[in-house]
């Protein structure tokens, strides 16, 4: 059960990286990056085991920051409870903010 709640939390982070990729001002689009990225932010928080929660979180969190969306990431990283994976998502925020991606480059 655990594992396929983070599958699903997988998905909707891909589905959230294939929706922003598409650069169009499209009303439609917008509407399905805030399902997808709803989707993601409630499965995470669904998951019983709480490493496996955090870690979901902070993929979500990272996978706003990848597109860009260093609000939502924001938001994602505050409900992460573990406070290890909580910095761990907050660093990849702040690097995006300095123009840097997580491996420093």
């Known amino acids: 059960m655990i ?3 983070y599958l699903l ?3 909707a982070l891909v589905a959230l990286k294939m929706l922003m990729a598409q650069e169009t001002k499209d009303l439609s689009l917008e509407k399905r990056f805030n399902q997808a990225y709803q989707y993601a932010l409630q499965t995470a928080q669904e ?3 709480a490493m496996y929660r955090f ?3 902070m993929s979500v969190a990272e996978a706003l920051v990848q597109v860009g969306q260093i ?3 924001i938001n994602a990283a505050k409900l992460i ?3 290890i994976y909580r910095l761990k ?3 990849a925020i702040l690097a995006k903010k300095q123009g ?3 491996d420093g480059n």
């Open 71 to 73: 609000d939502r990431a």
């Open 89 to 91: 998502a907050f660093a």
């Open 47 to 49: 998951i019983k085991d």
């Open 81 to 83: 409870g573990n406070p």
């Open 100 to 102: 840097r991606t997580r």
């Open 55 to 57: 870690d979901a979180l």
């Open 9 to 11: 939390v997988l998905i």
């Open 3 to 5: 594992m396929r709640r």
